[in-house]
């Protein structure tokens, strides 16, 4: 399976604080997705990063992927309230896209 | 910007009968997924379809499950004699190009069945 795990599974911060959040996965990939899932609502695309790039970075994202390590990380510099959610690495083919477990971030105002 | 809409928001329905998850995928895109997520827990793949018939399916997608894409813009789920374990949120996902192009997930369907 290229199923993701994330870790931590849970992560509580202070507002203006960093986030990192890492991804493990098992089998290579073409590319890798990142969604955030704000408590029982919708999946929200974050960012792609596809197996030929290293970094990727989108507003107050930073995505990096290590294809040798089959690794990736999430981080959210600055972290604000709002970005209290849980967060899922995604991998997969056209034909089927599998999350992780997910994590929790929960950002302390 | 374009979004994948999902309707209803919220389906009740009582236990054995049948229901239609109903999705409008994102204009010219040309995969579509159907996943579910049980309260509390993972994402779960169901389907995806592309080029008219299924591309994929989990081992949860059984003979229970059945989708369809009637006019070239809807894209439905239908779940036969709905089970009290049926009870969950389904979103539904649409893609572009081959490749590498991301998903785009609507707001989900929250379906109780009592």
């Known amino acids: 399976s290229q199923q993701g795990e994330e870790d931590p599974q849970a992560l509580s911060i202070q507002e203006g604080e960093n986030a990192t959040m890492n991804c493990s996965y098992k089998?290579?990939?073409?590319?890798l997705q990142w969604y955030r899932q704000n408590s029982g609502r919708g999946l929200v695309h974050l960012i792609l990063?596809?197996?030929?790039?290293r970094e990727k970075h989108s507003g107050r994202l930073r995505v990096t992927l290590d294809t040798s390590k089959k690794s990736s990380s999430l981080l959210i510099t600055a972290s604000r309230a709002a970005d209290t959610a849980s967060y899922f690495c995604?991998?997969?083919?056209?034909?089927?896209?599998?999350f992780g477990k997910g994590i929790t971030l929960s950002v302390r105002p | 910007e374009p979004e994948v809409t999902q309707t209803p928001s919220h389906q009740v329905t009582q236990m054995g009968q049948e229901v239609i998850l109903r999705c409008v995928p994102i204009?010219?895109?040309?995969?579509f997924y159907w996943y579910r997520q049980i309260l509390g827990q993972k994402v779960e793949f169901l389907v995806s379809?592309?080029?008219?018939?299924?591309?994929?399916k989990s081992e949860i997608f059984d003979d229970q499950f059945s989708v369809e894409r009637p006019d070239g813009s809807n894209f439905t789920l239908k779940i036969r004699s709905t089970k009290l374990e049926d009870s969950a949120m389904y979103f539904c996902?649409?893609?572009?190009?081959?490749?590498?192009?991301?998903?785009?997930f609507g707001q989900g369907t929250r379906l109780t069945v009592v």
């Open positions: 990063i596809r197996s030929n790039e």
């Open positions: 089998t290579s990939i073409n590319n």
């Open positions: 379809f592309y080029n008219n018939e299924i591309s994929e």
């Open positions: 995604v991998t997969g083919a056209n034909s089927k896209l599998t």
């Open positions: 996902a649409s893609r572009g190009l081959k490749g590498y192009t991301e998903a785009f």
């Open positions: 204009s010219n895109h040309l995969y």
